[in-house]
Structure formats: structure tokens, C-alpha cells
């Protein structure tokens, strides 16, 4: 089956990167991420091992939500509209793409009236391209200090996404300038902060990043096949 055989390579090349940068393929967390990707395959991604999968619309998580519910994690890797934080707040494990005050606001309130403390990971738009989110490099420390308060949100390490290139190589220097600014906020140390995770590397990239220190890599097409919209 295809999605076996994708994960397979995709965990020899892990493990391959790992040993480059002298770490156990075990700390390395792949995410499916499985938009446009519909049920059933997804449930087969569940079926050869996968347990946690990434969306980037929240009306496309909630409808998958509704069927496969607690048999995956589920991870919101794109970017979230405050008016509809409430839709996912209780189904979450993790959401990559905290990117503005506004929404960690937003985030802390809906979590507050669950009273769950919801754990995060702060976009960072290293290569600063206008058509990304995330907030930018020197941004970073005045973005964690306006939401150390904030209770519910429990910020637990940083997400970027690389600019797209042919050349694997040309993404290394966005990883290591996502790693130099973990290891300065780590440093830094703020209240409701602890750093655990950089989730960079996608099907192009993962490699790379893995090198530069990801723990958490999304990959999409190179599980699934190209999407098709
Ligand atoms: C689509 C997407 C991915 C996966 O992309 P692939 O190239 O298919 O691996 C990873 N991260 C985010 C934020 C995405 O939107």
C-alpha cells in the first residue's frame, strides 16, 4: 500500500537525519498532515501507525473530527481566525500557528471556559515573505513577554515554514534562524513557556530541518501523494 511504503522511506530518511545530527529518530514526531486528504485514507495513515495528523482548516478538522474523534492527535498547522477558535479549542493537541496577540486573547478566553490549558507553538515568519504569517524575528521577545499572563495558553516551542525551493539546501539558514531564537526565548525563560518543540520541515524539507533541529515535522504529499483540489 502506498501510504505504508511512503511512511517507510519517510522514517528510513528520519532516522537517517537523526544520526547527522547526533539525535534518537524517536524524539522526532511526524505529523500527517492530511488536508484535502479524505477518510479513509486517513484512516489507513491510522491503521500503519500514525497518530497525529495535521489540518489547516478548521471547518475541514471539525468535519473530520466528527468521525475519527479521539483515534488520532489533532494538530491546527494553518493559520486561525479568532471567530473560529472556538470550533477547535476542545479538540486540539497542539496548535502551531499562534500568531498574533489578538488570537492568544482569544485563545486563553475560549480555553478559560473549558478550563483546559491549551499548548501552542508561536509561527515565526523567519524569511519575513509578505505572504506568510507568523511573527516576525524581532518581534519574538516583546510577542512573549505581552502574553506571559495569559493563563490557559501554555506556549511550548516555535513554527515556521520554509520559503518553497527546489534546492533543499537554500532552507537551512530559515532553520537555523528558527533554532538560534528557540534557544534565545528558552533562555529568556518566560512564565507560561517551556520549550519543547520546533516543528519545521515539510515533504520538500524535513530533512533539513531535522538537521537544524526539528522535533516535529509536517508532511503531506510525501505520505499521501500530491493534493488534489
Ligand atoms: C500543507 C502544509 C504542510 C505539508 O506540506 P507538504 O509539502 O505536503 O508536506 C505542512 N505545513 C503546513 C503549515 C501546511 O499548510
Redesign the pocket.
Known amino acids: 500500500m502506498a501510504v505504508f511504503d511512503n511512511l517507510q522511506l519517510i522514517k528510513e530518511k528520519i532516522k537517517q537525519s537523526a544520526i547527522k545530527s547526533s539525535r534518537n529518530a524517536e524524539d522526532i514526531q511526524i505529523?500527517a498532515?492530511t488536508?484535502t486528504v479524505d477518510i479513509e485514507l486517513i484512516q489507513k495513515a491510522i491503521d500503519v501507525g500514525i497518530t497525529d495528523v495535521?489540518e489547516?482548516r478548521v471547518q475541514e478538522l471539525t468535519r473530520k473530527y466528527d468521525v475519527l474523534s479521539d483515534k488520532v492527535k489533532w494538530h491546527l498547522?494553518?493559520h486561525l481566525q479568532k471567530n473560529k477558535v472556538k470550533y477547535i479549542i476542545d479538540k486540539v493537541e497542539l496548535i502551531?500557528?499562534l500568531d498574533s496577540y489578538d488570537l492568544a486573547l482569544e485563545i486563553n478566553r475560549r480555553a478559560g471556559d473549558i478550563n483546559r490549558i491549551i499548548n501552542c507553538l508561536v509561527q515565526v515568519n523567519v524569511s519575513g515573505e509578505e505572504s506568510k504569517y507568523g511573527i516576525s524575528p524581532d518581534e519574538v521577545n516583546r510577542f512573549f513577554e505581552s502574553i506571559e499572563d495569559l493563563k490557559y495558553v501554555h506556549v511550548v516551542g516555535l513554527?515556521t515554514?520554509a520559503p518553497?525551493t527546489e534546492e533543499k539546501e537554500e532552507t537551512r539558514i530559515y532553520f537555523k534562524k528558527l533554532k538560534d531564537i528557540y534557544n534565545n526565548v528558552a533562555k529568556l525563560g518566560f512564565k507560561n513557556t517551556s520549550m519543547k518543540y520546533l516543528?519545521m520541515g515539510?515533504?520538500?524539507d524535513?530533512e533539513v530541518a531535522i538537521e537544524e533541529g526539528a522535533n516535529l515535522v509536517?508532511?503531506?504529499?510525501?505520505?499521501?501523494g500530491?493534493?488534489e483540489y
Do not use: C, P, Q, T
Not at 509536517?218 to 499521501?224: L, T
Open positions: 505529523i498532515v488536508k495535521g489547516n498547522i494553518g502551531h500557528s513554527m515554514i518553497y516543528s515539510m515533504s520538500n524535513f509536517r508532511i503531506g504529499s510525501a505520505i499521501f500530491e493534493r
